[in-house]
Structures are given as structure tokens and as C-alpha cells.
T-cell receptor, first 115, second 113 residues
Framework: GNSVTQMEGPVTLSEEAFLTINCTYT??????LFWYVQYPGEGLQLLLK?????DKGSNKGFEATYRKETTSFHLEKGSVQVSDSAVYFC??????????????FGKGTLLTVNP | DGGITQSPKYLFRKEGQNVTLSCEQN?????MYWYRQDPGQGLRLIYY???????QKGDIAEGYSVSREKKESFPLTVTSAQKNPTAFYLCASSTWQGEETQYFGPGTRLLVL
């Protein structure tokens, strides 16, 4: 079956540090890949996505590149801020029949950024 | 503003009681979804609906029921058969054709008294 594995947290960084959260996937077919972010007590927000190999998704200083050869979609940011503290979810989407797309999520990585 | 609303934000259930979580969207999306989130387990799909008056079971449907009588509404009932209902419940929606991105509501936290 399809699955997403992301690095376990928690990850604690100082402000302006470099961030990497690793994500690898297993899928039958060619999925689209997503990063969602969840701030405390809130729902999920789409952070970025990539729909085919070598695509780079980017938003708010975050970026991730769809690497088909390594089945990876690692999230990076050059300089984190305290406001980036949240749980980050990697996810994949595959057509499960007809036009129905099913999202499969990783377990989430808690990021805490200290001033 | 277009978006997804969920109510209530917190819900308390007594033993043997059924409770219903509300999810409404004004995005004109055809597909809607319910997820359950437990600490350290990510999100798991409970039910989804691709069109009005039609819905399918997800990975953990036992103890839950849904209806889809209107395009904009997809309520979830947590029945007394669900023995471990304490969790954060998230509703999401997406367009029908070719758009895989799902948009999420703010969530409802269900607690058992």
C-alpha cells in the first residue's frame, strides 16, 4: 500500500537556523506530494505541493523538491522564525479510482523554534 | 470569505451517547472528508463523499456514520459503538475533477466525560 514516512520529532531549533524535515514515500503509481502545517489548536493548512518529478514547491520561505529517484520530498527553510513553530505533515495523493484522490499522511513532525 | 467551518470547537460525550459534529463549506467543492487525529498518529480517514447522497467508508469507519444531503454539509455522527472517541476531528473538502488539494476546517475536539 501507499505510505509516508517522515522524521520523528520533536525538532527544536534556534531562530534563524536552517530547517530540514525529511519525508520519503512508497506509492504504486505517480503521486502528488504535499506539505501541510498545523498551528496549535487549528486545522491543517496547505504549505506547498509538487505534482511531478523534479517539481519544486515553495511558499513562505519553505521549499521541497519532488525526487522520484529517492522517493523523497524533504522540507527545507533557510532561516526559521518563532512563528514557524507548528506540526508539519508530509502527504501524498493518488487517484484511488475514477476522479477520487486519497490523501495519505505521515505522522507529523513537531517543530519548536526558540528566540 | 470562502472556507470550511466546523462546530462546535469542543464537544463532550457521555457514555452511550451519540454526538454529531458539524462541517459546512462554501467553496462549492464536490468532495468532502472526515479525518481523525490522535497524538503521534497523523490523520486517518473516517469517511468521504464525492457527491451529494453518496459516501464511502475510509480506513477507520467503524463506530461512525455520515450523511450528505446537501453539497455544502457533511455531518459526522460518533455513535456509542465507537469505544475510544476522544480525538481531534478534522473535516476537509476538495473539488471534483483533477484537483487533489484538500482544504481543512479548524477541527472539533471530542472528549468523553
Amino acid at each position: 500500500g501507499n505510505s509516508v514516512t517522515q522524521m520523528e520529532g520533536p525538532v527544536t531549533l534556534s531562530e534563524e537556523a536552517f530547517l530540514t524535515i525529511n519525508c520519503t514515500y512508497t506509492a504504486t503509481g505517480y503521486p502528488s506530494l504535499f506539505w501541510y502545517v498545523q498551528y496549535p489548536g487549528e486545522g491543517l493548512q496547505l504549505l506547498l505541493k509538487a505534482t511531478k518529478a523534479d517539481d519544486k514547491g515553495s511558499n513562505k520561505g519553505f521549499e521541497a523538491t519532488y525526487r522520484k529517484e529517492t522517493t523523497s520530498f524533504h522540507l527545507e527553510k533557510g532561516s526559521v522564525q518563532v512563528s514557524d513553530s507548528a506540526v508539519y505533515f508530509c502527504a501524498l495523493s493518488l487517484n484511488s479510482g475514477g476522479s477520487n484522490y486519497k490523501l495519505t499522511f505521515g505522522k507529523g513532525t513537531l517543530l519548536t523554534v526558540n528566540p | 470569505d470562502g472556507g470550511i467551518t466546523q462546530s462546535p470547537k469542543y464537544l463532550f460525550r457521555k457514555e452511550g451517547q451519540n454526538v454529531t459534529l458539524s462541517c459546512e463549506q462554501n467553496l462549492n467543492h464536490d468532495a468532502m472528508y472526515w479525518y481523525r487525529q490522535d497524538p503521534g498518529q497523523g490523520l486517518r480517514l473516517i469517511y468521504y463523499s464525492q457527491i451529494v447522497n453518496d459516501f464511502q467508508k475510509g480506513d477507520i469507519a467503524e463506530g461512525y456514520s455520515v450523511s450528505r444531503e446537501k453539497k455544502e454539509s457533511f455531518p459526522l455522527t460518533v455513535t456509542s459503538a465507537q469505544k475510544n472517541p476522544t480525538a481531534f476531528y478534522l473535516c476537509a473538502s476538495s473539488t471534483w475533477q483533477g484537483e487533489e488539494t484538500q482544504y481543512f476546517g479548524p477541527g472539533t475536539r471530542l472528549l468523553v466525560l
